[in-house]
Every structure is written in C-alpha cells, then in structure tokens.
C-alpha cells in the first residue's frame, strides 16, 4: 500500500523526487530461506513440506544458518551441529 500510495503522490506532484523512492514495477522480492544449526531443508525425504526445516539425521549435520544438511558419518545424533 506505502509503494502504491507512494507512486500516486509522485504522478501528481511537480517536485524533485525523494531520496527515497519507489519505481512503479521495479521492486522484486527474493525469498531467502534459513534453518536454524541442526536442522535443513530435505523434498526427498519430506515431500509433502520440500520448504519445512526438519532436524538433521544422524549421519549429517548443519553447522550454520544454511539449508541443507551436510554428510558426516561421525555424527550420531539428531540435530547435529558439529561433524
């Protein structure tokens, strides 16, 4: 609503433009998807939720804010932060 409001103001108005400001069908918005340490993102084994952060298995681990769950044999446990 800000942007649209925005450009209406702009149309009518014969001042420079601000700063700030919004060109009508530039603005573009790029999803970023994180998973907490421990957990990723998995569409082969959790088809129905491919964008769900599901816990790490044992046999992997995410030590960051990444997506995915990396491989590492030493890990034992669920949830695993650390190979």
């Known amino acids: ?3 649209k409001q925005q450009v209406e103001v702009s149309r009518k108005s014969s001042e420079l433009l601000p700063e700030i400001y919004y060109i009508e069908g530039t603005l573009q918005m790029v999803w970023v998807d ?3 340490p421990g957990y990723g993102m998995n ?3 959790h088809p129905d939720c491919p964008e769900c952060c599901v816990i790490c298995s044992p046999g992997s681990y995410n030590p ?3 997506i ?3 491989r590492c044999d030493s ?3 669920y949830g695993a932060t650390k190979c």
Do not use: P, T
């Open 1 to 3: 609503i800000f942007f």
């Open 34 to 36: 994180r998973c907490y």
């Open 43 to 45: 569409a082969l084994i």
């Open 64 to 66: 960051s804010n990444g």
């Open 68 to 70: 995915h769950c990396l």
């Open 75 to 77: 890990s034992l446990i």
